[in-house]
């Protein structure tokens, strides 16, 4: 479970283990993606570490959760859980600055 608070709302996200098992690939192909740099708000980030890249995956979250696609919301919180061990928790900013995004640990 992730637990994704933003907008003034909560959300659970529950993580089936077959995200765990079979998103690696997925999750691989999102490591390739954001390493050739990525835009993150008004700041061009060339090699995101892997608390933006959680940062990244949580404004995914967002656009998954809006678009009620639990697939997607699935893997975004899959991959925060798998990059950032230990967070339990993420606080999505919506404004425009994804850097102020936090990951809250057990």
Not at 22 to 47: I, P, S, Y
Not at 81 to 88: L, N
């Amino acid at each position: 479970m992730l637990k994704a608070v933003f907008e003034g709302q909560v959300y659970q996200i529950t993580i089936p283990p077959e995200v765990m098992r079979d998103g690696v690939d997925f999750f691989r192909r999102m490591n390739a993606d954001m390493d050739r740099g990525w835009q993150m708000g008004r700041e061009w980030v060339e090699n995101p570490d892997a608390v933006q890249r959680c940062q990244i995956a949580a404004d995914k979250l967002v656009d998954a959760i809006h678009g009620e696609n639990e697939t997607l919301a699935s893997l975004m919180a899959g991959y925060i859980v798998t990059q950032c061990p230990g967070t339990r928790e993420v606080r999505i900013a919506t404004d425009g600055e994804p850097m102020e995004t936090e990951l809250i640990g057990a």
